[in-house]
C-alpha cells in the first residue's frame, strides 16, 4: 500500500488563465507521471474516468467538502459562507436524505417533458430580441436563457432577470477559490436571500386559486407536508436557481463553439429535435462546467495507494469524458457515437448526490439549441472568447458569433 506522500504526483497549476483555455495537455501530463491521481494547490485530483466513478460510489467513505472550501475561502461566518455550508448537498446525511426525498419525485424525465413549452417560449422571446442584431456575444444571449426559464417557472416577474442573472454570475465563480470574490459573493447571495423568500411570502399571501400549480406551489406544498423550514426552501429555491443556470449557460454557450466547427450538425440541429438530444449528451461528454469535491470521512483504500481521513478531493467531471483510456478518439466530436452503459458521461454526477435537474437541464438545452439553429443561420466567429477559471464551475467567457437571421 503507497502512502500519497510517497507518490511522485504532477501538479496542477489550474488556476493559471492558459489551463482553463486548454486543460488537456496538464491532464496528459498528469496522466504520464501517475494513472489517475494528481496535485493541486487545495489537494488532490482524482481525473481518471473510472477512478472517478468507483471512488464516488463510496459515499460512505466521504462528504461533500463544502466546510472545506469555506475555510479555504476565509468565509467562516460569512453570508456566502452560512449558505455553502447549509445548501441542500451539505447537509448531514439524516437531513440531506429528508430534503432530497421530499423534492426528487418532482424533478423526473415527465416532468421536464412538461416544461417543454415554456422552455420554447422562452428561447424564441429572446431569438426575438436577440437575432435581429445579426452579431452578438452568444454567452450574454445563453445566460438569459436558463434564468428566463427559471422565473417563469416560480412566477418571478421577468423585470427582476437582469438582477438575478447579475448576482448567479457573482455566486458562478465561487469555487474558483479566489478570496478577493468573497464581498460580491456576500452581496450577491443576500440579494438572492431577499428574492427568495419575498418570492416565497408573496405567493403565501396570494395563492394563485384556480391555475394549474407551478413549480414554487409545488415546491412549497412538498416543503409543508415534509415539515421543510422556511430557511431550506429559500436555500433550495437558491440553490436551484444557481446551479440551473451556471450548467445550461455554459455547455450552451460551448456548443455553439462545438456548431461552429460541425456546421452539418447544426444545420441538422435545425431540423430534427431529436438529433439534438443526441447532440446534447454528446456535447456533455465532451465538455460540462463541474469539478465536484469530497473529504474523505475515513482512510480509503484504493488500487494500492491510501487515501488517509480528511482529505480533499476533487473530482473534474468537465474532462473526465476525454478520458483516453476509457473513449476512441476522445477529441472527435460525434452525436452518433454509440452510448455504451459503463462509458456513459457523468456530467450531472454519481450517487445519492447526482443532480437533481439534470432532465430539466437536458431537455432546457435540446429546446434551446433546436430553436438556436433554426433562427440562427451560419454562424462564426466575431472575436476572440474568453474563459472562466477551471476549477468549480468551468467554461467560456464570451463568445463573440456573427450569423444570418432565417
Known amino acids: 500500500m503507497q502512502a500519497l506522500s510517497d507518490l511522485d504526483l504532477y501538479e496542477l497549476p489550474w488556476e493559471e488563465p492558459a489551463f482553463a483555455a486548454d486543460p488537456m495537455p496538464q491532464f496528459a501530463k498528469a496522466r504520464a507521471r501517475h494513472p489517475w491521481l494528481a496535485k493541486c494547490s487545495a489537494g488532490y485530483v482524482v481525473f481518471d474516468y473510472h477512478a472517478i466513478r468507483e471512488l464516488y460510489w463510496q459515499d ?18 460569512t453570508k456566502w459562507g452560512r449558505f455553502t455550508e447549509e445548501q441542500m448537498i451539505a447537509l448531514p446525511e439524516r437531513e440531506h436524505k429528508l430534503m432530497r426525498a421530499t423534492f426528487a419525485a418532482l424533478f423526473t424525465p415527465r416532468y421536464a417533458n412538461a416544461l417543454r413549452p415554456v422552455m420554447q417560449e422562452q428561447i424564441n422571446r429572446l431569438l426575438d430580441e436577440y437575432v435581429p442584431r445579426q452579431q452578438i456575444d452568444f454567452e450574454e444571449f445563453a445566460s438569459y436563457y ?9 412566477g418571478a416577474p421577468l423585470e427582476l432577470i437582469p438582477g438575478l442573472r447579475s448576482s448567479m454570475e457573482t455566486i458562478g465563480l465561487a469555487f474558483s477559490l479566489d478570496k478577493t470574490r468573497l464581498p ?15 418570492l416565497m411570502a408573496d405567493r403565501r399571501a396570494n395563492p ?14 412538498a416543503s409543508d407536508d415534509g415539515g421543510i423550514s422556511d430557511r431550506q426552501l429559500a436555500d433550495l429555491l437558491i440553490f436551484l436557481f444557481v446551479a440551473g443556470y451556471d450548467t445550461s449557460k455554459n455547455v450552451l454557450t460551448y456548443m455553439m463553439s462545438l456548431m461552429m466547427r460541425n456546421p452539418e450538425v447544426y ?18 461528454r465532451y465538455f460540462n462546467p463541474g469539478t465536484s469535491f469530497r473529504f474523505t470521512d475515513a482512510d480509503i483504500e484504493y488500487r494500492d495507494v491510501l487515501l488517509p481521513k480528511d482529505t480533499m478531493l476533487f473530482f473534474p467531471l468537465s474532462v473526465s469524458g476525454r478520458d483516453p483510456t476509457v ?15 459503463e462509458k456513459r458521461h457523468i456530467a450531472f454526477g454519481l ?30 466567429r466575431a472575436g476572440e472568447q474568453g474563459w472562466r477559471p477551471f476549477p468549480g464551475v468551468w467554461g467560456m467567457k464570451g463568445l463573440p458569433i456573427a450569423f444570418d437571421p432565417a
Open 327 to 341: 473513449f476512441d478518439d476522445p477529441e472527435r466530436f460525434d452525436p452518433d457515437r454509440p452510448i455504451v452503459p
Open 60 to 77: 460512505d467513505k466521504m462528504r461533500t467538502s463544502f466546510d472545506g472550501i469555506v475555510e479555504i475561502m476565509g468565509a467562516k461566518g
Open 208 to 221: 394563485r386559486e384556480g391555475q394549474e400549480p407551478d413549480l414554487l406551489d409545488v415546491l412549497i406544498k
Open 351 to 380: 450517487g445519492k448526490h447526482m443532480c437533481l435537474g439534470q432532465y430539466i437541464a437536458r431537455t432546457q438545452l435540446q429546446e434551446g439549441i433546436h430553436a438556436i439553429a433554426k433562427r440562427m443561420r451560419n454562424p462564426r
Open 146 to 154: 436558463p434564468v428566463s426559464v427559471l422565473s417563469r417557472l416560480v
Open 184 to 198: 460580491a459573493l456576500d452581496v450577491a447571495i443576500e440579494h438572492m436571500d431577499a428574492f427568495a423568500h419575498k
Open 267 to 284: 444545420a441538422r440541429c435545425a431540423e430534427d429535435l431529436d438529433y439534438c438530444r443526441k447532440v446534447v449528451e454528446e456535447t456533455l
